[in-house]
């Protein structure tokens, strides 16, 4: 009963906030769209009241700021609408950019558990590593994009390889970081009690580090798949790409359609979502399977 009720308030709490959301979004159309037709009005000298400007806020063709509906129209056109193979079909960009964000999220976690690995096994490493682990993350991707792009594409690496780099470069950290700490949280008593089996470290390694590591490490990976969509998408901005939803964004900017850019944005966010509760399933299978307890990925 207690369950039901946690559930109902859970739900009810989401659903106020939503609708909280939504009337702020509402009425910050109505200010910003509402502010450029009363300019208009004004240098044509035409007349006007509250009532037109609310209206045509809300409904005008190159909005400053598109209302919900506007956007949901969009999407259903997009999505629904369009066959799968066309430009303006925003599954096909999404496959686009989901593709660019798979391979460099694989990417980013294997390099992130090895340096993890290595890093908890080896303290030169630690001392060596982790500076530069962590300096890594201060350089803001937008400007490192184009020179990936540009190193790459001088030998003739082009499409997707970029955009995964990029999408690995920015995933790669919260493994690390949250392996190192996962690696380390195994029980010193366990430990101990290996070491008087003359376990080896590879022993250590599977029979209990990793174990106790995996709650951990899919923390990391929730931040990760998420980082490693925004990655896939800053690196479609730099390239001039055909395809993908960081082009979407961009020819949206080139032409003044904010409801094609908001649309896109939307549906970036509903993919990363998506990918964050697929990691999520993944976590829960995977420590009911190793009989660890689910609270800790939780927590952690």
């Known amino acids: 009963m207690k369950t039901a009720n946690w559930r109902d ?73 369009e066959a799968i193979t066309s430009k303006r079909s925003l599954v096909f960009h999404t496959g686009i950019t989901l ?3 798979l391979l460099g999220f694989v990417l980013g976690a294997a ?22 682990i962590i300096t890594s993350q201060t350089i803001p991707i937008l400007a490192i994009a ?14 997707l390889v970029p955009k995964s780099l990029i999408s690995m470069y920015l995933s790669f950290f919260p493994v690390t970081i949250s392996m190192v700490k996962g690696l380390r949280s195994a029980d010193r008593l366990h430990m101990e009690l290996l070491h008087t089996y003359s376990a080896t470290t590879r022993q250590v390694l599977w029979k209990l580090r990793w174990p106790a590591s995996l709650p951990f490490l899919f923390a990391g990976l929730k931040v990760a798949i998420a980082a490693s969509l925004v990655g896939a998408i800053v690196g479609e ?20 359609q904010m409801v094609q850019i908001w649309a896109a944005l939307v549906m ?23 009989g660890t307890r689910t609270e800790l990925g939780a927590a952690a």
Request: hydrophobic share 50%.
């Open 111 to 132: 390099l992130g558990i090895l340096l993890a690995i290595g890093i908890v096994h080896n303290r030169t490493l630690e001392s060596s590593l982790m500076p530069w």
């Open 237 to 256: 901005l730099p390239t001039g790409a055909q395809g993908g939803l960081g082009a979407r964004l961009l020819s949206g900017s080139y032409y003044g």
């Open 99 to 101: 593709s660019s964000t």
């Open 9 to 81: 308030n859970r739900v009810f709490a989401v659903a106020l906030v939503s609708l909280g959301f939504i009337v702020i979004w509402y009425l910050g159309a109505i200010f910003l769209n509402g502010q450029q037709l009363v300019s208009q009005y004004e240098r044509r000298h035409q007349d006007w009241d509250a009532n037109k400007v609310v209206a045509e806020a809300l409904s005008m063709r190159r909005p400053v700021l598109p209302t919900p509906d506007q956007v949901v129209v969009e999407l259903n056109q997009s999505v629904f609408h």
């Open 146 to 159: 184009p020179m990936i792009i540009v190193v790459l594409g001088s030998l003739n690496f082009t499409g």
């Open 268 to 290: 970036a966010a509903l993919l990363g979502a998506l990918l964050v509760v697929l990691v999520g399933m993944g976590e829960k299978w995977v420590l009911k399977r190793m």
